[in-house]
Structures are given as C-alpha cells and as structure tokens.
C-alpha cells in the first residue's frame, strides 16, 4: 500500500490539536513471504502487535520510500500507515488504520502524541485537523490546488525540548483555530514558531518570506524547511534554498478515496 510524507499545518505537540498536509513523496510497503528481521523499531512493534493480535502467520515487509528519515517531513506516519493498511488488505481484517498507526507509534517510542495528525494526510491525503490527546479526527478537506511545496531537507534531528514546546499551549491552539480556513497563514505561523522554540537557524526562512513565498518554516519537530508558492513562481525561492542543500519540488496531494 502507498502513502504520502507530509508537511506541517500545526504541530500537535503542543496543544494535543494538529495539523498536516500531504506531499507527493511516497512511500509504498509490501508484504512479502518471510520474517522481518530489519531494524526498524517501528516496524518490528507493527508486526509484533498485530500478529498477537490477529493470530496472523508471519511475514516479512518490503519498504520503498522517498521521504527523508528523521527530518520532520513524517516518514514515520507514512511507513506505519502504509504497512497497517496493507495488513489489513492482506489478512481481510476491519481496523482503523490511522487509529492503530497513532497507537503503534507511541508503543513503539517515534511519536509524542501518536501523531494522528500526521498518518491522516498520510494515509488518505490532503490536509487533517485532529485531536491527538483523544485519537479524533475533527476534518480532512482538500489543499488549494495551485500551490507548490519547495522543501529543504535535513536529517539527523537531536532530541527534541518537549517540555519547552509544550509551555506554547495557548498560542498553537490560536494557530490551529486559524488553521480551519486559512492553513497557508497557519503553516507559516506555526513553521517559524517551532524553529524559533527549537533554535533552529531560520536564514533561508526569512529569504524565502522575503522572496514571497506565501509560507515558509520548519516542518514537525524539524530540521527540514519547507516553502509554498503559487504555481510557477517557485524559481526564486529555489535558487535560495539550493545554497543550502539540494532542494526537492513537489505538490500537495489531494484526498484519496475514503474507501481503504
Ligand atoms: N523508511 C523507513 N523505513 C523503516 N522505518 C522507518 C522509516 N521511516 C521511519 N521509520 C521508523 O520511524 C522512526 C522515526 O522516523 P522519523 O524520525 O523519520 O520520523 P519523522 O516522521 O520524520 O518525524 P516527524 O514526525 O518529525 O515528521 C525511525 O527511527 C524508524 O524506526
Ligand atoms: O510526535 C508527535 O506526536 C508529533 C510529531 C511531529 O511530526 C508533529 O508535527 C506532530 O503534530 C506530532
């Protein structure tokens, strides 16, 4: 099964309210004859779990992906989505697959908040809103369709100051209120928030706002960066963030069918 990696509205650690918006970079799991025996804690606690739980035979996972690791760009979401959902196509099983990700996630010790926020745009597209603190999605809806995504990436996050985010409560939770029906200012907002609480370098941030792009900031808990613009007007914003790293053009992805 496929998913998408995506990039931050608002970031549910604060508040328990999130949002995220899906990007064409995928990821696609397979479930092949065998037994894992990779790496992956993730994946290890994925299998583990729903095989006790659904007294499956064992098998092994076959993981394409296109999104960076440890960058914020929710490659987490998107590998545990893919593999919950193709376990459930596999073995015929009813389960709510983003639920099972959130769960999973926190068990298997890559997530705070089990990011729903994140496997809803991952696994269905297009943009979530969620309460993370009660596995609720409050709406999916379609991104504006004429936008394009500019992302810098970067790997090798450090441990992230949870404790100091979470003293920003009051403010994430405006942020995702305005997010409803404005969730380009939201992203904006949000982005430069984290990167300020964070203390990440937000040079190419400034440049790109500076350039007009409609938003720019750090995506999840960083340090990836991420600008938006309008259709066609991504040459300038390119040009600066390729200073800094090779840079990666993409598109917000759509809602897929309900029917998974
Ligand atoms: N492509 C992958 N293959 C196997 N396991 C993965 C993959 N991507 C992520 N994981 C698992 O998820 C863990 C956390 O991943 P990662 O830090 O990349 O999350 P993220 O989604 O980028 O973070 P964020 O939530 O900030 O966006 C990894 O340590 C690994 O166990
Ligand atoms: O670990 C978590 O719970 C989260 C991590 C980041 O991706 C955030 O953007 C997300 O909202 C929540």
């Known amino acids: 099964m496929q998913a998408y990696?995506?990039?931050?509205?608002?970031?549910?650690?604060?508040?328990?309210?999130?949002?995220?918006?899906?990007?064409?970079?995928?990821?696609?799991?397979?479930i092949t004859k065998g037994k894992y025996n990779g790496g992956s804690k993730l994946i290890s606690t994925i299998i583990t779990y729903l095989k006790e739980k659904f007294?499956?035979?064992?098998?092994?996972?076959?993981?394409?992906?296109?999104?960076?690791?440890?960058?914020?760009?929710?490659?987490?979401?998107?590998?545990?989505?893919?593999?919950?959902?193709?376990v459930k196509r596999k073995f015929g099983l009813n389960i709510d697959v983003v639920k099972y990700s959130a769960i999973l996630s926190i068990l298997a010790g890559v997530s705070y908040?089990?990011?729903?926020?994140?496997?809803?745009?991952?696994?269905?597209?297009?943009?979530?809103?969620?309460?993370?603190?009660?596995?609720?999605?409050?709406?999916?809806?379609?991104?504006?369709?004429?936008?394009?995504?500019?992302?810098?990436?970067?790997?090798?996050?450090?441990?992230?100051?949870?404790?100091k985010l979470r003293s920003y409560e009051l403010i994430f939770y405006e942020i995702f209120k305005l997010s409803l029906s404005d969730p380009i200012t939201a992203m904006k907002y949000n982005g430069i928030l984290v990167g300020e609480i964070l203390g990440y370098d937000l040079t190419?941030?400034?440049k790109a706002l500076e350039k007009g792009a409609l938003a720019s900031g750090i995506s999840g808990n960083g340090p990836s960066i991420f600008a938006v613009t309008k259709e066609g007007e991504e040459g300038p914003i390119i040009d600066e963030f390729?200073?800094?790293?090779?840079?990666?053009?993409?598109?917000?992805?759509?809602?897929?069918?309900?029917?998974?």
């Open 113 to 163: 908040t089990g990011a729903l926020d994140d496997a809803v745009s991952a696994y269905y597209g297009g943009i979530s809103y969620t309460y993370n603190k009660e596995f609720k999605i409050i709406k999916k809806s379609n991104p504006p369709l004429d936008i394009s995504i500019i992302i810098l990436p970067k790997g090798g996050r450090g441990k992230v100051n949870l404790n």
């Open 5 to 30: 990696g995506g990039v931050s509205i608002v970031n549910a650690i604060p508040s328990w309210y999130g949002s995220s918006m899906a990007v064409n970079l995928k990821v696609n799991v397979e």
């Open 55 to 86: 007294n499956l035979e064992d098998f092994d996972v076959k993981i394409s992906s296109e999104i960076p690791q440890e960058s914020g760009l929710k490659s987490s979401s998107a590998v545990s989505t893919a593999l919950i959902g193709e």
């Open 204 to 206: 190419p941030v400034k």
């Open 242 to 260: 390729n200073l800094y790293g090779k840079v990666i053009l993409t598109k917000a992805v759509g809602l897929d069918s309900e029917d998974k």
